[in-house]
């Protein structure tokens, strides 16, 4: 299955597991590249994984085919949650560190 297609799927169904481990298959080295930026390898890194394929997936639903390329769809998804992760992470350290 081509990952437009998996968005396709995605789009009427977040919860597709097929559409998303063929996502997931067809993009890993540009989403795993992502994750480690941010995270390395490790657990952290395997959650951090699991959170940004569950929002992609439920982004999926904003996907054109007229105006994204897939994987800069994916890749843009990809990137926002380790972002989003990496700053709530950072203020959860603050926050225990002054309390």
Not at 6 to 21: F, I, M, Q
Not at 79 to 87: F, H, T
């Amino acid at each position: 299955m081509k990952t437009e297609r998996a968005l396709a799927r995605l789009a009427s169904n977040h919860l597709d597991e097929v559409a998303l481990a063929e996502l997931y298959r067809n993009d890993k080295e540009k989403i795993d590249g992502v994750v480690t930026q941010w995270f390395g390898k490790g657990t952290i890194a395997t959650d951090a994984l699991s959170r940004v394929l569950v929002r992609i997936a439920k982004n999926a639903v904003h996907f054109c085919p007229q105006f994204h390329k897939p994987e800069d769809f994916i890749l843009g998804h990809a990137i926002q949650e380790c972002q989003r992760l990496y700053s709530e992470a950072n203020t959860r350290i603050a926050l225990a560190h002054f309390n």
